[in-house]
Each structure stands twice: as structure tokens, then as C-alpha cells.
């Protein structure tokens, strides 16, 4: 099966890493830079749930924590779930102004179906960033 490019996506903000994984752990931090409801138990094998923002469904599972560095998931919409799977990747570096967030979405479907996913993908990644860093403003400088 071929798949599509993944998505990247980048961001730096003032902000130490130990304080932007508390923005990615707690349930409601993380609802509040997401733009819907979020549940997620933060370890290996944990189960969530995400409400986007137009109220489409996903479920998750957590494929790997390295607290305050790295956090990744698999998750799918709940309407078409062996459809429109992708990996998220979330990875923290710490930076001489704070902390480098880095996003990769990884579409785990075929080329067909994975187009329409992957023209929707990166602009949801540009948003999330811009309300996480607005979440905290003016705290937060983010730069690109």
C-alpha cells in the first residue's frame, strides 16, 4: 500500500519544555489549544478521544512517551476507522528562547484516500499551533 508524504510542522516558543508538555498532557490544556474536547492517558497503550472543532470524532491510542521530549499516537475518525489512520508525532527540543515544537502526521492510508486527508492536515496543524501559542499569550512568542 502506498501512503502520502507525512505532514511536518514547526514552532518555537518561550517557553521551557516541561511547560509545553504540561500543555500537551493535561487533558484540559490540551482541549484548550485543540479547539474541542480531549481525553488522553498519557502512557504507552493509553486510549483518548478528540472532538475537533467541527465536531468530527477521533479515538487514539499512545504509541510512545518520553516525558517532556516526545509524545506520539495513532488516531482515527470514529465514522471510518481502518480509513483515515495517521501517526502523530509530537517532539519538544529545548532551545536557547525555549522550546521547539516539531508536529508529523503520518497518514497510515492508501494515496487515494490519503489526499483529501493530507490537503486538510496542514492547515489543522498551523491552527493548533497558533491557539497553543495564543492559549497563553503574551507569554508565549511564537516564531516560524
Same mark, same amino acid.
Given at each position: 500500500?502506498?501512503?502520502? %508524504? !507525512?505532514? =511536518?510542522?514547526?514552532?518555537?516558543? &518561550?517557553? $521551557? %519544555?516541561?511547560?509545553? /508538555?504540561e500543555?500537551?498532557?493535561? @487533558?484540559?490544556?490540551?482541549?484548550?489549544?485543540?479547539?474541542?474536547?480531549?481525553?488522553?492517558? #498519557? &502512557? +504507552?497503550?493509553?486510549?483518548?478521544?478528540?472532538?475537533? %472543532?467541527?465536531?468530527?470524532?477521533r $479515538?487514539? #491510542?499512545?504509541e510512545?512517551? &518520553? !516525558?517532556?521530549?516526545?509524545?506520539? /499516537?495513532? /488516531? /482515527?475518525?470514529?465514522?471510518? +476507522?481502518?480509513?483515515d489512520?495517521?501517526?502523530? @508525532?509530537?517532539?519538544?527540543? +529545548?532551545? %536557547?528562547?525555549?522550546?521547539?515544537? $516539531?508536529?508529523?502526521?503520518? !497518514?497510515?492510508?492508501?494515496?487515494?484516500?490519503?489526499?483529501?486527508?493530507?490537503?486538510?492536515?496542514?492547515?489543522?496543524?498551523?491552527?493548533?499551533?497558533?491557539?497553543?501559542?495564543?492559549? =497563553?499569550? !503574551?507569554?508565549?512568542?511564537?516564531?516560524?
Amino acid at each position: 500500500m502506498k501512503t502520502t %508524504p !507525512p505532514v =511536518h510542522r514547526s514552532v518555537e516558543v &518561550e517557553a $521551557s %519544555p516541561d511547560e509545553v /508538555w504540561e500543555l500537551l498532557v493535561d @487533558d484540559d490544556q490540551r482541549a484548550a489549544w485543540f479547539g474541542g474536547e480531549t481525553t488522553l492517558d #498519557v &502512557e +504507552p497503550d493509553g486510549a483518548g478521544e478528540f472532538t475537533d %472543532p467541527d465536531g468530527t470524532r477521533r $479515538s487514539a #491510542v499512545v504509541e510512545d512517551v &518520553e !516525558p517532556g521530549r516526545r509524545l506520539s /499516537w495513532t /488516531w /482515527w475518525t470514529d465514522d471510518d +476507522p481502518d480509513g483515515d489512520r495517521s501517526r502523530v @508525532d509530537v517532539d519538544l527540543t +529545548p532551545t %536557547p528562547a525555549g522550546t521547539r515544537i $516539531s508536529v508529523t502526521e503520518t !497518514p497510515l492510508v492508501s494515496t487515494a484516500r490519503a489526499s483529501t486527508m493530507a490537503s486538510v492536515a496542514g492547515p489543522l496543524l498551523d491552527l493548533e499551533f497558533r491557539i497553543l501559542c495564543r492559549a =497563553h499569550a !503574551p507569554a508565549l512568542t511564537c516564531r516560524r
